[in-house]
C-alpha cells in the first residue's frame, strides 16, 4: 500500500510542477495571429493534415497535437457557439 501512495503523491507533484511551468510559459500572452500549418512544416513533421497555430506576442507557437508523441496536429475544441470545434485541413 505504501508504494502505491507515493506513487499517487509523485504524480500529483508532477501534475502541480508540470501546469505551473505551462502557467508560466502562457498566462498573460497574448495572441497575436493565427494561421494554418505550412507545407513546410507539414513536410518537416510528414504530416498531411494542417493544424491551427497560434501566434503570440513574444513569437513562441501553440499547437494542438493528436498525442504526447507528436504524431499528428490535432484539433482543437473551443466554447464558442459559432466555432465550437476547429478543425485540421
Do not use: C
Not at 491551427?52 to 504526447?68: A, K, M, Q, R, T
Amino acid at each position: 500500500m505504501t508504494g502505491k501512495i507515493i506513487k499517487l503523491v509523485n504524480k500529483g507533484t508532477q501534475i502541480r510542477d508540470t501546469l505551473e511551468n505551462i502557467k508560466k510559459a502562457i498566462v498573460g500572452k497574448t495572441i497575436k495571429d493565427v494561421r494554418y500549418m505550412t507545407d513546410a512544416e507539414l513536410k518537416e513533421n510528414d504530416w498531411h493534415e494542417a493544424g491551427i497555430v497560434l501566434i503570440l506576442e513574444d513569437g513562441h507557437i501553440l499547437y494542438p497535437l493528436s498525442d504526447n508523441y507528436e504524431e499528428s496536429p490535432g484539433a482543437l475544441g473551443t466554447s464558442f457557439k459559432n466555432v465550437p470545434i476547429i478543425e485540421t485541413l
